[in-house]
């Protein structure tokens, strides 16, 4: 617990120079779901509204009169089965739109230092001996989304080394949290649990695979890691950003249903089924840990609470 409140002393102290107009940070992505909770916890400056990253003249225009310090980089197109249905759009906007920012800062001659928010699903398929997955495992993307990640991360190494100015990459896994969309497994579980103890729904979930694993992390700590990482990784480093704890989807659900009181039938439904899936999933943060002396803060109970109340406000 110690080392955990070093930390947050330290991010608060960031916070502190932040606020007092030392640094101007610059994010992409401010209608996503961590990018409301970048607004929520970090002073920054957004993109006009409405702006395209696809739209080079206007971003080299914002970029210019906005003059950032550090950018944090998180607009993507990073719905699977969007990205399947029009991958020329995904690879536009994740690789394409990466690279305009990308030119619109070295119009700028900004000489601070960037984080791309790449993926977790850039290692594709990984073996139960390999696991935890770390940084250095090989890059083996199955669909367009993690192919486009893996692309722009490629180019934000390259720019790492021969612009003017710091690029750090995270490979974030899972998220979980509040005002998370219900396109997402647990965010949809609690809100289906939640219909059914307001009296909204008959108490039958629909499900699809929920007896595999995955590597959860409350998207407040992974700001934390993200504004960590912008103060104290290396040019050119790859951080993954995860738990390192690996959790059923199936436990998850049932503690949805525990910590609202209901009692539900649960029912697959084999429209929400996927191929190809992936049985296990956990990840290691030691380079993170190593480097800034992040570590998970929120647990997955407080995480699946905060889901729930947030539903909650929304339905009633």
């Not at 720019?159 to 490979?171: H, L, Y």
Request: overall charge negative; some cysteine.
């Amino acid at each position: 617990m110690a080392t955990i409140r070093k930390q947050k002393d330290r991010w608060q102290a960031m916070l502190h120079e932040k606020n007092a107009g030392r640094m101007k940070l610059l994010f992409t992505g401010a209608n996503g779901f961590v990018g409301q909770h970048v607004q929520a916890a970090l002073p920054c400056v957004q993109l006009p509204h409405g702006l395209d990253l696809r739209d080079r003249a206007a971003l080299t225009a914002a970029v210019a009169a906005i003059q950032p310090d550090t950018v944090l980089h998180l607009a993507a197109q990073s719905f699977v089965p969007a990205a399947f249905e029009n991958p020329r759009e995904t690879f536009d906007i994740n690789f394409y739109g990466t690279l305009n920012l990308l030119e619109a800062l070295q119009a700028a001659e900004f000489k601070g230092r960037m984080l791309f928010v790449g993926s977790g699903d850039a290692y594709g398929q990984v073996e139960e001996r390999d696991l935890p997955v770390r940084e250095d495992h090989p890059l083996r993307p199955r669909n367009p989304y993690a192919v486009s990640k893996v692309a722009a991360e490629a180019l934000c190494y390259q720019w790492s080394q021969t612009a003017g100015f710091e690029i750090v990459i995270v490979r974030p896994f899972n998220h979980i949290g509040p005002s998370q969309s219900p396109r997402f497994a647990i965010a949809d579980f609690a809100r289906q649990v939640t219909e059914i103890r307001l009296g909204l729904r008959a108490p039958v979930l629909q499900v699809g695979d929920i007896d595999v694993t995955r590597d959860f992390t409350d998207v407040r700590d992974v700001v934390r890691a993200y504004s960590l990482l912008l103060e104290q990784g290396r040019n050119g480093g790859i951080y993954n950003v995860c738990s390192g704890r690996e959790y059923s989807i199936r436990d998850l659900l049932l503690r949805l249903i525990t910590l609202a009181g209901v009692d539900a039938t649960i029912e697959q439904d084999p429209a929400r089924l996927r191929q190809a899936e992936q049985r296990r999933m956990v990840a290691s943060f030691e380079a993170l840990h190593r480097d800034t002396g992040w570590q998970p803060a929120i647990s997955v109970e407080e995480s699946l609470q905060d889901l729930l109340n947030d539903w909650t406000e929304q339905l009633q």
